[in-house]
């Protein structure tokens, strides 16, 4: 069935021409459509314009009206970096951290990763599933169209696989265009204590072929940081995970920058994520690269820790892309309207800045840039209709509301 959506005051992010990212001072420019109409067949985006320029409908009987009533209209988000598949939240940590302990002494004595991976490894799948299903719900009300969630939280082949399966049945369970990276490298869990070669050769081994088998990766990941895993280990893990067609989307430069970067430029990833501690090497190694730096804010937020150099690399010429990062240890929300108000309170990021690295550029970092990440014919019609708001920079300046009106994923209005 056809479907129309009239009476949009403002029609934001539309490409005639779609791209597959925008860099540096591209970064400013979003085109709209005042006054406007958006046309959907089949799940698609099959055309938009301005209302007076609508050329009607021929037949009445096959159509579904949908009233924006002077809303204004985004693209989704895509979020592409999250870890929405856990089994416990962390709210003593958050304690500890108020009391003054930093996210490091809170994993040295027993919580982070490792206090998350006890809880799931002890957790059925179902449970796991239901819970993450939740989540994902709870962010697709939010503005979230398309999602990719990592494992990392189980760090042995069993769990792990048990995370990537629930992954696996969200894809095909939930609307929302979902992708599955395999973070086994997210951490040294306690068995392998003092042992990391063995529990990296672990993966290397045992993990990666059944993941492979299985289908249940379209990406790789690992935290490359100190009292993690080092450079040669993400060389080592990423080289590996090529032979199986993974490309990376990694994390680095959390805490420290320790050549991690380069390293996964240089092996081809796809993004580099996190990004807080930039040297001049690691800019550089991104310059040129078809590498996409994602900058998680609410981490930076919720951690105290610094915020990424945002405006340093638009104007070094560099795209960036806005994330979540949803996880129970360091950054409980997945909201990516908060995202944004931070991207333009934190990072100084303009609205239209904010609005490319939370789409296109995003939904590059997912490989879905064809189908998601703008307002073009043909993308699949995953977009949100807000209250009646002045301008759309409103969005961004309106920090912790939800002004979201309507849901609309694959053409179908879920609100
Ligand atoms: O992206 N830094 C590594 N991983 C997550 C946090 C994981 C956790 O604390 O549970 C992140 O911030
Ligand atoms: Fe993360």
Request: glycine residues 6%.
């Amino acid at each position: 069935m056809k479907k129309i959506i009239k009476n949009i005051a403002e029609l934001v992010q539309v490409e005639k021409k779609p791209k597959k990212w925008v860099a540096g001072s591209e970064m400013s420019n979003i085109q709209t459509i005042k006054d406007a109409y958006l046309e959907i067949e089949n799940e698609r985006i099959t055309d938009f314009g301005c209302m007076k320029e609508w050329k009607g409908i021929d037949d009445w009987n096959n159509i579904e009206i949908i009233d924006a009533e002077e809303g204004t209209v985004f693209p989704s988000y895509c979020d592409s970096h999250s870890h929405i598949v856990f089994s416990h939240s962390r709210e003593q940590e958050f304690i500890d951290k108020i009391n003054g302990l930093s996210y490091q002494q809170i994993a040295e004595k027993g919580g982070g990763i490792i206090n998350s991976a006890i809880k799931l490894r002890n957790t059925t799948e179902e449970n796991l599933y239901e819970s993450a299903l939740n989540r994902l719900k709870e962010v697709t009300l939010l503005g979230t169209g398309a999602i990719e969630i990592k494992s990392g939280y189980g760090l042995n082949l069993e769990s792990e696989i048990k995370m990537l399966r629930v992954i696996k049945k969200l894809k095909e369970t939930s609307p929302i265009t979902i992708k599955s990276t395999f973070l086994a490298a997210h951490a040294v869990p306690p068995e392998y204590k003092n042992n990391k070669d063995q529990y990296l050769d672990l993966i290397i081994d045992k993990m990666l072929p059944v993941v492979a088998k299985e289908n249940l990766a379209d990406y790789i990941d690992i935290f490359c940081e100190v009292g993690y895993f080092d450079v040669k280990d993400t060389i080592k893990l990423l080289s590996a995970a090529k032979n199986y067609n993974l490309k990376a989307k990694t994390h680095v430069n959390q805490f420290n920058s320790i050549g991690g970067v380069k390293a996964c430029v240089n092996m081809g990833a796809l993004s580099v994520d996190h990004l807080e501690e930039m040297k001049e090497k690691d800019f550089e190694a991104l310059i040129n690269s078809k590498c996409m730096p994602t900058i998680l804010p609410s981490c930076s937020f919720f951690l105290s820790i610094p915020y990424s150099p945002a405006r340093k690399m638009i104007n070094l010429g560099l795209p960036i892309a806005l994330a979540s990062d949803y996880n129970p240890g360091s950054s409980p929300s997945g909201n990516m309207n908060f995202i944004s108000s931070l991207g333009c309170i934190k990072l100084k990021l303009k609205p239209e800045e904010v609005i490319n690295a939370t789409t296109i550029n995003t939904a590059y970092a997912m490989g879905e840039e064809k189908s998601l990440g703008s307002i073009s014919i043909g993308k699949k019609a995953n977009l949100f209709i807000t209250k009646k708001i002045p301008s759309y920079s409103f969005l961004h300046y309106s920090f912790g509301q939800n002004l979201i009106k309507d849901i609309i994923i694959n053409g179908n209005k879920i609100t």
